[in-house]
């Protein structure tokens, strides 16, 4: 089973990414489960979702606290706390300009600047998405941007494919 961990704030998306991710899982023939935790429901609270991914029924409930994947859409929050739990061999997906040199398995990816870049809004869901689909392998971004289209399908056309155009150029830059 893969575990995936996201970890953001209010109104940047993480619970919606989850379910992108898990509806991305269904569409490539994975059964998936995705859920999300949060406190206060205001934004700029911190909120954290869980996804997993199996080729087998998932019949695990519960957070996820040894996670395969962690995805951080916002550098201000508690780095050490977001990345507790994590195993040696969990690959941590940080949005962020600086650089983590005393952390292990980290990809760093400046997904604000292209996402602004792209939409003028900083909203990097999406965006970090492709970050995830290139260094697990999991699935392709063409899942991630099927996925999309069905989740966020009620959304701006135009929107939507800034946020594809971004997550494929973070997929791209991404090593």
Known sequence: MIEIR??????????KASMILGRTGYMAGYKTQDFAMYGAERKGAPVTSFVRIDKKAINTRGHIFHPDYIVILDDTLD???????????????INSAKKFPNLKN???????????????????????????AKISKIFSIKNIENAVKVELGKYNPDMLAKNMKAAKEIYNQTK
Do not use: F, W, Y
Request: glycine share 14%; charged share 15%; proline share 4%.
């Open 6 to 15: 996201l970890h953001g704030r209010g109104g940047q998306g993480v619970k």
């Open 79 to 93: 780095i050490p706390c977001n990345i507790t739990g994590a195993k040696p061999t969990t690959q941590i997906i």
């Open 106 to 132: 980290v990809h760093v990816v400046d997904a604000t600047s292209i996402v602004m870049k792209e939409t003028g809004k900083n909203i990097t869901n999406v965006a970090m998405l492709g970050a995830l």
